[in-house]
C-alpha cells in the first residue's frame, strides 16, 4: 500500500536557521508530490507541488523541495526560517489517474524569536 | 469565490450514536475527499467522491460512509460511534482529485 512517511515528528529552530524537512513515499511509479501547511488556526493550505519536469520547485514564502526519485524523497527546505513559519507541515503523494492524495503523519516546527 | 464550507464547526457525542458532516465544495470542483486528522496520527483518508461515485476508500471500518450530490455537496456519517473516533474530520475538494485539494476548517467530533 502506499504510504508517506516524515522523518521528524516535531522540530525546533532558531530564526534564521535553515531547514530541511524529510519527506519517503513508498509508491514506486509516477507520483505526484506536495507539501502543505498548517498555520495555527488557519486551513490546511499547499505550499508547493511536483507534477513533473524540474526536479527543485519553488513554492510560497520562500520554501522550495527537491524530489529524488532514486531515493523516493522530497525533501522541504528554507534557507533562513522566520517565527511565522511555525506550523505544521504535511508531505502527500499520490499516483496520476485520479488516485487518492495521501498525508504524511505531520511534522510540527517551532521556531523561536 | 467561497472557499469549502464545513458545518458543524464542533460536535459532541456519546457512545453508540451516529452523526452525519456536510461538506459545501468550491463552486465548480467535482472531487471532494475526506480526512480523518487526529495528533500524532496526521490526516488519515477516509473517501473521495467524484461526480456523485465513491471513487478512492481508505481503511476505516463500514460504520464511516458518505455520499455525494449533484451539486457536489457531499455528507459523511458514522453510526454506531466510539470514543476512538474523536477527530477533526477535514472536507478538502479539487477539480478533479489528484491536483491541489482546497480545505476547509473542518468538524471536531468529540465522543463522550
Known amino acids: 500500500a502506499q504510504s508517506v512517511s516524515q522523518h521528524n515528528h516535531h522540530v525546533i529552530l532558531s530564526e534564521a536557521a535553515s531547514l530541511e524537512l524529510g519527506c519517503n513515499y513508498s509508491y514506486g511509479g509516477t507520483v505526484n508530490l506536495f507539501w502543505y501547511v498548517q498555520y495555527p488556526g488557519q486551513h490546511l493550505q499547499l505550499l508547493l507541488k511536483y507534477f513533473s519536469g524540474d526536479p527543485l520547485v519553488k513554492g510560497i514564502k520562500g520554501f522550495e523541495a527537491e524530489f529524488i526519485k532514486s531515493k523516493f524523497s522530497f525533501n522541504l527546505r528554507k534557507p533562513s526560517v522566520q517565527w511565522s513559519d511555525t506550523a505544521e507541515y504535511f508531505c502527500a503523494v499520490t499516483r496520476t489517474s485520479y488516485d487518492k492524495v495521501i498525508f504524511g503523519p505531520g511534522t510540527s516546527l517551532s521556531v523561536i524569536p | ?112
Open chain 2, 1 to 112: 469565490k467561497a472557499g469549502v464550507t464545513q458545518t458543524p464547526r464542533y460536535l459532541i457525542k456519546t457512545r453508540g450514536q451516529q452523526v452525519t458532516l456536510s461538506c459545501s465544495p468550491i463552486s465548480g470542483h467535482r472531487s471532494v475527499s475526506w480526512y480523518q486528522q487526529t495528533p500524532g496520527q496526521g490526516l488519515q483518508f477516509l473517501f473521495e467522491y467524484f461526480s456523485e461515485t465513491q471513487r478512492n476508500k481508505g481503511n476505516f471500518p463500514g460504520r464511516f460512509s458518505g455520499r455525494q450530490f449533484s451539486n457536489s455537496r457531499s455528507e459523511m456519517n458514522v453510526s454506531t460511534l466510539e470514543l476512538g473516533d474523536s477527530a477533526l474530520y477535514l472536507c478538502a475538494s479539487s477539480w478533479t482529485g489528484d491536483e491541489k485539494l482546497f480545505f476547509g476548517s473542518g468538524t471536531q467530533l468529540s465522543v463522550l
